[in-house]
């Protein structure tokens, strides 16, 4: 079933941090205190497993971040992605136009020491992306190919797609943050480290605390096997 084109919901929060800050977390959070939340991991697929938006993001990086052109994304081209869901958290590379075009949004940023999260990256993202993917995502043009497009561009804005130069990747990291504060202007920005649990974010959004543990997601256990199983059915794919 195709998702409706157009926003159908107000936007109300924009959460705005890294890869591996806890965003998958907050997305689960923001899902039990009612909100419809759109985060590129939990929904990208649609009711056959295909993947609707893996190339959409890729394209818009490369049309507004990567291109010398440096277009702008408008609040109808998000709408188009997003306008089913009321909170919007990965990807979040294209946060100045976000912030344009839903300026009565809350403003949350998932915060990360640099050194945490560096260690993440190398235990999660950059101990698979170096496997030759291109060799086999072509043989799942529904799934396999729209992810490779957006994680190899999503990786090119965080380290030039060299995963050895953490010291670029870490400077981009901090100057992301330092440019949603400076994008945000006077808005309120929290920022949320998901080991603070629920007392801030719902502070913050003016809702009850649940009475219920607050959501620990997509940690580094097992993603090196899913994605060790993965790659061998796409390569057993390609070699049909």
């Given at each position: 079933m195709?998702?409706p084109?157009?926003?159908?919901?107000?936007?109300?929060?924009?959460?705005?941090?890294?890869f591996?800050?806890?965003?998958?977390?907050?997305a689960?959070?923001?899902?039990?205190l009612?909100?419809?939340?759109y985060h590129?991991?939990?929904?990208?697929?649609?009711h056959?497993?295909?993947?609707?938006?893996?190339?959409?993001?890729?394209?818009?990086?490369?049309?507004?971040l990567?291109?010398a052109?440096?277009?702008?994304?408008?609040?109808?081209?998000?709408?188009?992605?997003?306008?089913n869901?009321?909170?919007?958290?990965e990807?979040?590379f294209?946060?100045?136009?976000?912030l344009?075009?839903?300026p009565?949004?809350k403003?949350?940023?998932t915060?990360?020491?640099?050194?945490?999260?560096?260690?993440?990256?190398?235990?999660?993202l950059?101990?698979?992306?170096?496997w030759p993917?291109?060799?086999?995502v072509?043989?799942?043009?529904?799934?396999?190919?729209?992810?490779?497009?957006?994680?190899?561009?999503?990786?090119?804005?965080?380290?030039?797609g060299?995963?050895?130069d953490?010291?670029?990747?870490?400077?981009?990291?901090?100057?992301?943050?330092?440019?949603?504060?400076?994008?945000a202007?006077?808005?309120?920005?929290?920022?949320?480290?998901v080991?603070?649990?629920w007392?801030?974010l719902?502070?913050?959004?003016?809702?009850?605390?649940p009475?219920c543990?607050f959501p620990?997601e997509?940690g580094?256990?097992?993603?090196?096997?899913?994605?060790?199983?993965?790659?061998?059915?796409?390569?057993?794919?390609?070699?049909a």
């Open positions: 195709e998702r084109k157009g926003r159908t919901t107000p936007m109300r929060v924009l959460c705005l941090g890294y591996r800050t806890g965003t998958q977390s907050l689960t959070a923001l899902e039990l009612g909100y419809k939340p590129f991991k939990v929904q990208v697929h649609d056959v497993g295909k993947m609707h938006d893996g190339g959409k993001w890729a394209e818009a990086f490369e049309r507004v990567l291109d052109g440096a277009q702008h994304y408008e609040k109808k081209d998000f709408d188009e992605l997003i306008g869901c009321d909170a919007m958290l990807p979040s294209l946060y100045r136009d976000l344009t075009a839903y009565e949004a403003v949350i940023v915060t990360r020491e640099p050194k945490n999260w560096l260690a993440s990256m190398r235990k999660t950059w101990a698979v992306m170096p993917w291109h060799s086999v072509s043989s799942d043009p529904d799934y396999g190919a729209p992810w490779w497009h957006y994680l190899s561009t999503s990786m090119k804005l965080i380290c030039n060299d995963f050895n953490e010291q670029l990747a870490e400077r981009r990291f901090l100057e992301h943050y330092e440019g949603v504060r400076e994008a202007g006077d808005r309120e920005v929290l920022g949320f480290d080991k603070d649990g007392e801030p719902c502070s913050f959004l003016g809702a009850e605390v009475d543990p620990r997509n580094g256990s097992g993603f090196i096997d899913l994605h060790v199983e993965w790659f061998r059915t796409l390569a057993g794919k390609s070699m």
